[in-house]
């Protein structure tokens, strides 16, 4: 999720933009909205499905599988608690108890701590990651796409069956199965995704592909009503998946309609229109931080835009808009002044020490 300093793919980062876009939205308008409960219906499995996409296969030694996990939870871990701690001492308050429900870190404890609950997907995000990498150097060479399969399989029949206490399984662990099969389906697709880019690179007929492919899954995803879990949504943070088999249909659906769009607008950049999507490439490379910053924003633009003398749902619209851009803004200077706050290590700066020592 944090951006990275290597080569970076524009359709993956217009992926992961449209992404967290999705979710800050939903975060505005709460649950019994339409657009809420059909963006739910995928949006959280897309996410893991696109941190999938470069995950190694080869094996590991124990020590770089250890060193994977350590930097997985630097990237990740870290900013959960520590956003979480900035969230409880300006409104939720720091008690034992609150401390020992953060430190259970499901999305109801969560909850019940006062915390922010959207975080819940950091702590799951983590264990999936660390799950891939033993899975990695238990199997070795034997790690082959069939053993991937099978693992993802057993990984999302253990997320629909495990009994689910009230307060949920310690750092999400049921949903990290879940995490984990959608990680292994963006691993296998990693190369389809790879040919539809390059399909969608031969001019203006080739970006026809991707769109009418987006096209197609759209009216996919819009099936969603038909799944319809107790609490009337899709919520993978509670593990409230309704009908198993819809549930995986239509979050394929929705995350080959992102996939597919993401692919199309690469497609517009290099044609020449690159500027007009800076700002969602952008978006993309700092969704790590918007995830962490979005809530606080939405709570303190509140009251701004209950003010305004608008028709619903415009209020709305301005301040998940204003929170998406404030928290993107936000996360680039922080990544500058304290990187382990949107999951980055002190990198550049220990480098640049090192270079005016010598």
Same mark, same amino acid.
């Given at each position: ?26 975060? *505005? ?120 399969? *099978? ?5 999302? *029949? ?31 697709? *990693? ?33 969603w009503r038909l799944n319809t879990p107790p609490n009337g949504y899709v919520n993978v943070a509670e593990a409230t998946y309704g009908n198993p088999f819809l549930f995986l249909l239509f979050a394929a659906a929705g995350t080959s ?19 007009l999507l800076r700002w969602l490439e952008i978006i993309g490379m700092n969704t790590l931080g918007i995830l962490c910053i979005h809530r606080f924003l939405l709570r303190l633009l509140r ?56």
């Open positions: 999720m944090p951006p990275s300093r290597k080569t970076r793919i524009r359709s993956i980062d217009y992926l992961k933009g449209l992404l967290i876009s999705c979710i800050v939205f939903c975060h *505005a308008f709460g649950p019994g909205d339409a657009f809420h409960a059909w963006a739910y219906a995928f949006v959280v499995p897309a996410f893991f499905f696109a941190s999938g996409l470069f995950l190694k296969v080869a094996p590991p030694t124990p020590a770089e599988a250890v060193g994977e996990t350590k930097k997985r939870f630097f990237s990740l871990v870290v900013p959960y608690v520590l956003w979480s701690l900035v969230w409880l001492l300006a409104w939720g308050g720091l008690t034992p108890k609150s401390l020992a429900w953060l430190a259970y870190a499901s999305h109801k404890g969560l909850h019940l701590a006062r915390a922010i609950s959207s975080l819940w997907f950091l702590p799951v995000l983590f264990l999936a990651c660390a799950a891939w990498a033993a899975a990695r150097l238990a199997l070795g060479r034997r790690f082959v796409p069939w053993v991937r399969v *099978a693992l993802g399989a057993v990984a999302f *029949a253990a997320a629909f069956l495990l009994p689910r206490p009230h307060i949920g399984w310690p750092w999400g662990a049921d949903t990290a199965c879940c995490a984990f099969g959608c990680l292994v389906a963006g691993n296998l697709a *990693a190369p389809w995704v790879g040919r539809l880019r390059g399909i969608a690179s031969r001019g203006a007929a080739g970006a026809l592909v991707p769109l009418g492919l987006a096209a197609a899954a759209l009216a996919g995803s819009l099936g309609l992102a996939v597919c769009l993401s692919v199309f607008l690469e497609a517009v950049a290099e044609g020449g229109r690159a500027r009251p701004w835009t209950a003010s305004l003398d608008l028709p619903s749902p415009v209020p709305t619209l301005l301040r998940a808009a204003a929170a998406l851009l404030l928290s993107a803004l936000l996360s680039l200077v922080l990544s500058r002044l304290f990187p382990p706050a949107v999951g980055l290590p002190f990198h550049r700066r220990e480098t640049a020490a090192r270079r005016s020592i010598r």
